[in-house]
Nanobody, 121 residues
Framework: QVQLVESGGGLVQAGGSLRLSCAASKLSISHLSMGWFRQAPGKEREFVAAISWSGNATRYANSVKERFTISKDNSKNTIYLQMSKLKPEDTAVYHC??????????????WGQGTQVTVSS
């Protein structure tokens, strides 16, 4: 079955950086738009970033623009989220999503289990 496995989360001080990875198996991401979403305690899951199937287009939530960068390596069947200048409000479980609908930024059917990111002040 399709699996998306995130890694790279952890505890970091405000202003620090982390790089998240999402490796896909039983699913080729080379023709899929991919995304990252996050869910903080007591809040709904929210969109963070997306990358088009070609990798030529990206989109970000306003709250992470200029701080986060999404990228895609089709040869490794993996996407990444480079996060810098982290803030305590970035604390959440970050989930990878596959087969995102680019036009509407609607999440696809495939989700990873998530990786915890905690930013201390």
């Amino acid at each position: 079955q399709v699996q998306l496995v995130e890694s790279g989360g952890g505890l970091v001080q405000a202003g620090g950086s982390l790089r998240l990875s999402c490796a896909a198996s039983k699913l080729s991401i080379s023709h899929l738009s991919m995304g990252w979403f996050r869910q903080a305690p007591g809040k709904e899951r929210e969109f963070v970033a997306a990358i088009s199937w070609s990798g030529n287009a990206t989109r970000y939530a306003n709250s992470v623009k200029e701080r986060f960068t999404i990228s895609k390596d089709n040869s490794k069947n993996t996407i990444y989220l480079q996060m810098s200048k982290l803030k305590p409000e970035d604390t959440a479980v970050y989930h990878c999503n596959a087969a995102l609908t680019w036009r509407t930024m609607t999440a696809g059917n495939y989700w990873g289990q998530g990786t915890q990111v905690t930013v201390s002040s």
